[in-house]
């Protein structure tokens, strides 16, 4: 018979006698335990491969010096920040991710053939610059306007002051479109006719996940990319994919071609493009392409140097790991005779041999790791077993490309068991289980109360087992959130399986956690000032479904109102209507019953909802107008939470 979890417990308390009170090892340093588990980690791999050196810092140009500042003045990248990222990894970094992360610590505007240039290291992603024949087709502009101007004028200062004459955005996520309006203008775009071109169902997929889920998102991405992490051997190294994020004003501006078939051919500024759609895999929305004339292929984010994510830990939509596969494949027939590969992350291949290599394994490695989780899946596993049970074979294991920097094997694992049969294991025991705070409460009490269980993760600490330590002390630090001894060692073992991870955002995620026990959440989210340039171009729609989302139903029990919202300056009119505790909505003619209707212009309804415009300084604008009761509009308003966006995430004070 297995013991039980209570037996377990119980055994590990009775070990306690005369154990020291103190870790062998200050915090900050790595223990002897976790320089085990780095050296188990990286057998078998040769860190002295140089090949991806020399193809990361092929073509190089010239390299920026100094920060881009935000309009608030605040650092959104220092190009300097990273040199400490050389010659041999110290003790509190996987020498796998050091390898990693000086390789994408080859910043610069580099050439990687004829008419194909790339600025890396002003954002998380790459910008890439295709010549045409009357100026520059920009792929993918960055995350922020200011990182995006940023790459831009560096670019024409080495290149010459080419125009911009076509946009291609890959996919939506933010970092490949949010810097737009620093290269361009709506204005701009309009007179010179400037076609953007993107997949179809980008605009409804990129302001979507920016709207909707966007505040628990943002927030829990400062854990993935560690934003408020210093860079440093005991704290940011890289992200997987680059850098860092360039936290600053994000907007977008709609397609003017659709990419929505298989194979699609599209001339830009006098260069024939062949787009290939590739949507629900890295992202609801992509594309690839090639440029047969350069014998180019751009495989957008379905490519990186990188096992990628299929749930990204900042959350997203579930991603279908065979799909992924099957596009590979397609890109393997597709591939001809190209000779370059460049991606929007990470740094490019060359010779065709290298690039179907490239393009094989990671065919591959989405393909076993689905074929493997759903043998156990199917077999009664769950999916923490799966995830202790997978490991990649050895040829997949020992290449470069496809190791765990970004994604990592065992949260993908979990993805692809999510994606068929949901979160819920099978056991009965986790369909209604008590709320974490109440569950911790009882465990600790079981156990001893908290002196114990800290007792007992101090000689599991000094053990190594630092799983065991984290799992133990969550149930602390939830139980009693000020017992600052189990913050404290919490904290610690977060630091050692940081030191250990060979995936950024693995290590990102546990110094974050390290960092937040000792000082508390942020004081500030992402700024929501920075998105307003987004939401103005975000349908009206997904506005209304997040207010809904944003509806307190408890204290809206019992409230039956009716408004109409007419917004002048897009010429749209909605009904708006609580019932049965629930916000509904509905497009078209004004209600004559409604309690109040709101006359307003977009811009003002986007800052309002927002957070940039107070609810008093709205109703007092002039570009918004009442009729009916502003007592039961303003109540409407008051009744739609606002997202603090810095929420607590460890060592959280409710359950």
């Known amino acids: 018979m297995k013991p039980t979890l209570y037996t377990i417990l119980a055994l590990t308390l009775v070990s306690l006698a005369g154990c020291d009170n103190k870790p062998s090892v200050a915090a900050g340093d790595a223990t002897p335990a976790t320089a085990a588990v780095i050296q188990a980690s990286i057998k078998g791999l040769d ?144 007179q010179r006719n400037i076609p953007i071109v993107a997949p179809a169902g980008f605009m409804e997929e990129a302001t979507s996940e920016n709207i909707l889920a966007g505040p628990a998102m943002a927030r829990r991405s400062m854990y993935q990319f560690g934003k408020n992490l210093t860079p440093g051997a005991t704290g940011i190294v890289d992200t997987g994919l680059g850098k860092n994020v360039a936290y600053g004003s994000m907007g977008i501006l709609p397609p003017t071609q659709i990419i929505d078939q298989p194979i ?180 600790v009490e079981l156990m001893g109360g908290n002196a114990k269980v800290v007792e007992a993760a101090r000689v599991a600490y000094d053990k190594g087992e630092y799983r065991w330590v984290a799992e133990l002390l969550d149930q602390a630090v939830l139980a009693k959130p000020d017992d600052t001894a189990a913050k404290e060692l919490l904290a610690r073992a977060y630091e050692q399986m940081g030191y250990q991870a060979e995936s950024a955002t693995w290590r990102n995620s546990y110094l974050t956690a390290a960092m937040e026990l000792r000082n508390g959440p942020p004081a500030k989210g992402v700024k929501r000032s920075d998105l307003i340039e987004l939401m103005k171009q975000t349908p009206t729609e997904r506005f209304l479904e997040a207010m809904a989302a944003s509806l307190d139903g408890p204290a809206a029990d019992g409230k039956n109102w009716t408004f109409n919202l007419v917004l002048t300056d897009t010429n749209e009119s909605f009904v708006l209507w609580v019932e049965n505790a629930v916000l509904h909505y509905r497009k078209g003619p004004t209600a004559a019953n409604a309690n109040a209707t709101l006359t307003v212009t977009k811009d003002l309804f986007v800052q309002l909802l927002g957070g940039t415009a107070g609810l008093k300084e709205t109703l007092t604008s002039d570009d918004l107008k009442v009729d009916g009761s502003k007592v039961d509009l303003v109540r409407f308003l008051g009744l739609l939470e606002k997202a603090p966006g810095n929420f607590a995430i460890v060592a959280r004070a409710g359950s």
């Open 264 to 443: 699609q051919p599209l001339e830009l500024d006098g260069v024939s493009f062949v787009f290939h759609n590739m949507p629900g895999a890295e992202a609801p929305a992509e594309l690839t392409f090639s440029i047969p004339a350069l014998k180019a292929y751009g495989g957008a984010e379905l490519l990186t140097q990188t096992m990628h994510n299929l749930l990204p830990i900042r959350g997203a939509k579930v991603r279908d790991a065979l799909r992924w596969s099957d596009y590979m494949q397609i890109a393997l027939d597709e591939l001809g005779d190209t000779e370059v590969y460049f991606g929007q992350h990470n740094w490019p291949i060359w010779g065709n041999e290298r690039i179907r290599e490239f393009i094989t394994k990671h065919r591959d490695v989405y393909k076993y790791l689905h074929d493997q989780t759903v043998r156990l899946m199917n077999a009664g596993y769950t999916p923490n077993e799966i995830a202790d049970k997978i490991q990649l074979p050895d040829s997949l294991a020992s290449y470069f490309g496809t190791r765990g920097y970004y994604g990592d094997l065992r949260h993908n694992v979990k993805a692809i068991y999510q994606l068929y049969l949901g979160a819920y294991d099978g056991n009965p025991a986790h369909l209604n289980p008590l709320v974490p705070k109440e569950s911790a409460k009882r465990y």
């Open 47 to 190: 860190l002295s491969d140089n090949r991806d050196m020399e193809d990361a810092q092929r073509g190089f140009i010239a390299r920026p010096t100094g920060k881009i500042l935000g309009a608030d003045g605040n650092v959104l990248i220092d190009f300097d920040a990273y040199r400490f990222v050389e010659g041999q990894a110290p003790a509190t970094v996987n020498p796998s991710l050091w390898r990693h992360a000086m390789l994408n610590a080859q910043i610069g505007l580099f050439k990687v053939s004829d008419g194909i240039y790339q600025l890396r290291g002003f954002d998380i992603a790459n910008m890439t610059l295709i010549d045409g024949q009357t100026g520059w087709i920009v792929v993918d502009p960055l995350t922020s306007r200011e990182s995006a101007a940023s790459a831009l004028a560096f670019a024409r200062e080495h290149l010459g002051n080419k125009p911009v004459t076509a946009i291609i955005f890959t996919h939506d996520h933010a970092d490949h479109f949010g810097g737009v309006l620093g290269i361009t203008s709506s204005s701009e775009v309009a």
